[in-house]
């Protein structure tokens, strides 16, 4: 499978089967996106997965503080507020998610609760943590998406299906405590991932993206000609 392909078939996938991903896999997988580009080769991500039993308590954790009420305490800045064409797009991927989740805009309770499920990791059999020194600020949260999204592709080669989460870095306490990290290490985000239920209306969620001509500005200040281009 070609990476267009790959980015073509992979999406936010928040519905999974229950069945875990070979061990073996798992580690030929990880072992692959270790080829990640990062700044000075650096390789600032330390990454945590988590399956079975341990993940099972974990979910049971995490869930039991967001409904506590407790204010989110990220470990880096996951707290800014999107403005502009950003807020519209932000908006424009929840009303994608609700409307597949037939969940009506004034519906709260029904939005809210699917919301939570971000802290069940959407029933997935694994979830991942991505994590890294915090004095590492801006230029290690670069590294680790630059990871992350590496390591997405990979599973989409396999048939592994993945949803990227923010939600994941905004409670780290009980995380840092199951994951046993040092005082040093702080969460970034985290990736629930495994074998997507395809029947599940919530993995018919699709977001578009802008128009290249809006994202991607071609500066071109010299002159060839078409024999000096190389297809």
């Known amino acids: 499978m070609s990476v267009t392909a790959m980015l073509e078939k992979r999406y936010s996938t928040r519905a999974y089967l229950g069945t875990p991903i070979l061990q073996e896999l798992l580690e030929t997988i990880f072992e692959k996106a270790q080829r990640a580009p990062s700044n000075c080769n650096v390789q600032p991500w330390q990454t945590y997965v988590v399956s079975g039993k341990k993940k099972d308590a974990l979910k049971d954790d995490l869930i039991a503080v967001v409904m506590s009420g407790t204010a989110p ?18 908006f424009g991927s929840a009303n994608a998610l609700y409307s597949s989740l037939d969940i009506a805009r004034e519906d709260k309770r029904g939005r809210q609760l699917a919301m939570i499920r971000n802290w069940s990791f959407f029933d997935a059999p694994h979830v991942a943590f991505f994590t890294m020194d915090k004095y590492l600020d801006i230029m290690g949260a670069v590294d680790l998406g630059i990871y992350a999204q590496t390591l997405s592709l990979i ?7 993945s949803c ?35 029947n599940a209306p919530v993995n018919s969620t699709r977001t578009g993206r802008e128009d290249v001509a809006n994202a991607v500005s071609f500066l071109i200040s010299y002159s060839y000609s078409q024999a000096d281009y190389r297809i």
């Not at 305490?73 to 932000?90: A, C, M, T, V």
């Not at 199951?178 to 495994?194: K, Y």
């Open 164 to 198: 990227m989460q923010g939600a994941l870095g905004q409670f780290p306490d009980p995380v840092k405590k199951a994951l046993n990290l040092p005082e040093q290490r702080g969460i970034l985000f985290g990736m629930s991932f495994g074998y997507a239920d395809e």
């Open 155 to 161: 599973l989409t080669e396999h048939g592994i299906s």
């Open 73 to 90: 305490n990220p470990d880096f800045n996951w707290l800014s507020k999107y403005e502009g064409i950003h807020r519209d797009r932000q």
